[in-house]
């Protein structure tokens, strides 16, 4: 990649990338698979002097089970996520948003650390992170830290990420056997296209009843958002097509959506109503069919 003005520093571990983005300070930018930031370069929408290449450090693109975690390297690329025998046995809806995802050229070169730093509100994988709980795990040249992915973003493009500070890796507690978790999107073609709506759903069922919910929003207010209302709705109902149905209408009402070329307010809002049910009844599928654990 050659463009104009910008020079490229390979960095040989995190603690140096860390440190080259001290050193430049706002003139510098970081660069994982570079499908969104080469583009936003190219087109001007962002100027930097130094770009810090983080695609030589070895051992981040690595997804591990360990002692019920699992735990993925920020280079981990979409492609990878889509495929992975782990993800698919232990969260298969993180599995399902990758693969609806650009086209395979992109899921190559795109990577799950980058897709959550750009912090892009039609982004696929922060719903799904969200509902999951999950812990971005970074380091810095003061340190590491641990940061819930709800506290992580803060608008469009917008993180708590400091200035030198990178994500490691992604962690997730694996689901209970009697939880759910599903991701449903709507785009205008089955590929190399934004979601319109994007909806992530979370269930836990203990004795014929819901007894914890989570409903995410996507690309339909300046972060991704959290349907606390109709999360709420679920608790204790039973997991049936009315509960879901009602879940989706208030959903509807908690979503901030806009007007723009890929679709209306009002059309996006009724998108929020089905996408919820329907990601709400995977996840109920999922949990009927989840293979039964030993007890130790």
């Known amino acids: ?76 690329s979409l492609a990878s996520l889509a495929e992975s025998r782990i993800i698919k046995k232990h969260l298969p809806a993180l599995s399902d948003a990758a693969s609806t995802m650009a086209t395979p050229q992109v899921r190559n070169m795109g990577t799950i650390g980058g897709n959550v730093a750009m912090a892009v509100p039609s982004a696929d994988l922060p719903p799904t992170l969200i509902a999951a709980n999950a812990r971005i795990i970074t380091d810095s040249p003061t340190g590491s830290r641990i940061i819930p992915i709800r506290e992580f973003f803060t608008g469009p493009r917008k993180t708590v990420l400091g200035a030198a500070e990178l994500i490691r890796e992604i962690e997730i507690d694996v689901p209970p056997a009697n939880s759910g978790l599903s991701y449903k999107k709507f785009q205008l073609r089955n590929s190399a296209a934004l979601a319109v709506v994007g909806v992530a759903a979370s269930l836990v069922v203990e004795d014929g009843k819901i007894s914890d919910a989570c409903i995410v929003l996507g690309a339909v207010a300046p972060t991704p958002l959290i349907a606390v209302k109709a999360s709420r709705s679920l608790i204790g109902a039973k997991p049936d097509f009315e509960a879901f149905a009602n879940a989706g209408k208030i959903a509807c009402e908690e979503g901030k959506p806009i007007s723009d070329i890929r679709g209306s307010k009002e059309f996006r809002c009724r998108l929020i109503g089905v996408l919820t049910r329907r990601a709400l009844e995977e996840a109920n599928g999922r949990i009927r069919t989840a293979p039964k654990r030993r007890k130790n």
């Open 1 to 76: 990649m050659k463009i104009p003005g910008i020079k490229l520093h390979n960095a040989a571990d995190l603690a140096n990338a860390c440190s080259l983005l001290e050193k430049y300070g706002e003139s510098a930018k970081a660069l994982a698979g570079g499908t969104d930031l080469v583009v936003d370069l190219k087109q001007k929408r962002a100027v930097f002097e130094h770009i810090v290449v983080l695609g030589g450090i070895a051992g981040l693109d690595e997804i591990k089970l360990r002692k019920g975690i699992l735990q993925i390297g920020a280079l981990t």
